[in-house]
């Protein structure tokens, strides 16, 4: 399986990101979704892909990766689970034990409506869900020049049957 880049959207404020990062799959459709997820992430087109602009411009900066070093998730790292329950974590809000201002409440809130409006363009039956909160620090699936500096990091895949599109969305707080 080879997924195809599609597109990607970015939003920041203040230091507080979304991203959101399309690709076509074509095959393996017979699978479950976890598992499709699990097999696309691992590929060179995802990785090469789901990379923000900015990374693709400075690709030697060691601060422009993904906190999560997808080529090793698996099921074991990820959970899976309906909209609601995905909507029910998020709104609890990442990391318990960090301070939030009223600012910075406000624009994760828009962040997160931002990602449910996403997620209500397309139908999809579960998404699988990873956080920064859920693994240790040195856990080999985190890159370790960006756990220093994140605050949160929360990244979620779904895929929509109908139109083929596995969506990767990153929010994150640096």
Same mark, same amino acid.
């Given at each position: 399986?080879?997924?195809?880049?599609?597109?990607?959207?970015?939003?920041?404020?203040?230091?507080?990101?979304?991203?959101?990062?399309?690709?076509?799959?074509?095959?393996?459709?017979?699978?479950?979704?976890?598992?499709?997820?699990?097999?696309?992430?691992?590929?060179?087109?995802?990785?090469?892909?789901?990379?923000?602009?900015?990374?693709?411009?400075?690709?030697?900066?060691?601060?422009?990766?993904?906190?999560?070093?997808?080529?090793?998730?698996?099921?074991? @790292? %990820?959970?899976? &689970?309906?909209? /609601?329950?995905?909507?029910?974590?998020? #709104?609890?809000?990442?990391?318990? =034990?960090?301070? +939030?201002?009223?600012?910075?409440?406000?624009?994760?809130?828009? @962040? %997160?409506?931002? &990602?449910?409006? /996403?997620?209500?363009?397309?139908?999809? #039956?579960?998404?699988?869900?990873? =956080?920064?909160? +859920?693994?240790?620090?040195?856990?080999?699936?985190?890159?370790?020049?960006?756990?220093? &500096?994140?605050?949160?990091?929360?990244?979620?895949?779904?895929?929509?049957?109908?139109?083929?599109?596995?969506?990767?969305?990153?929010?994150?707080?640096?």
């Amino acid at each position: 399986m080879e997924p195809i880049f599609i597109s990607q959207d970015f939003i920041t404020k203040d230091f507080q990101n979304a991203h959101l990062a399309h690709f076509h799959i074509a095959e393996g459709l017979d699978k479950t979704d976890e598992a499709l997820i699990i097999e696309a992430i691992h590929t060179d087109a995802f990785i090469e892909g789901n990379k923000i602009a900015l990374a693709k411009q400075y690709p030697e900066d060691p601060f422009m990766d993904s906190l999560f070093k997808y080529r090793l998730l698996n099921e074991h @790292h %990820l959970k899976v &689970v309906d909209k /609601a329950e995905l909507f029910n974590v998020l #709104d609890k809000g990442p990391a318990s =034990s960090v301070q +939030w201002t009223e600012n910075e409440k406000t624009i994760y809130s828009s @962040h %997160l409506n931002w &990602v449910k409006a /996403a997620t209500d363009k397309y139908i999809a #039956d579960q998404y699988v869900i990873i =956080s920064k909160d +859920w693994v240790q620090q040195l856990d080999p699936i985190i890159n370790l020049p960006e756990s220093t &500096v994140y605050k949160y990091f929360i990244t979620i895949f779904w895929f929509d049957r109908e139109l083929q599109l596995l969506t990767c969305c990153e929010l994150s707080y640096d």
